[in-house]
């Protein structure tokens, strides 16, 4: 649980990420220490981040997306039809899972 203090320097740090104004890489150490044991923090961060990388005001699909926390924040982890491909996915995965 989180304190009072805690909390509301948390949320400084994260609405400042949301705006795109820089933080310090302490800060965002602090932020990521709360974010790995906390899924309230973690959440918030997520979404300051998919504020920051909008572009705008996101409507439609992708602004339900955004208000329900759902899917991926960051660019690179986006899905892409043509070069993504399910068996290059679990390649990496354990021998029992992997199909040779």
Not at 24 to 32: A, K, T
Not at 61 to 82: C, F, K, M, T, Y
Request: charge should be neutral.
């Amino acid at each position: 649980m989180l304190t009072t203090s805690t909390r509301l320097k948390l949320q400084s740090i994260l609405r400042r990420l949301a705006e795109g104004s820089s933080i310090s890489l302490s800060e965002r150490v602090y932020l990521q220490k709360f974010a790995d044991c906390d899924r309230s923090v973690s959440s918030w961060l997520r979404q300051a981040r998919r504020q920051q990388l909008a572009s705008g005001c996101r409507s439609g699909v992708d602004g339900l997306l955004d208000d329900l926390n759902i899917g991926s924040a960051e660019p690179d982890q986006q899905h892409r039809p043509g070069a993504d491909d399910l068996g290059d996915w679990f390649g990496g995965a354990e021998p029992w899972l992997r199909r040779d």
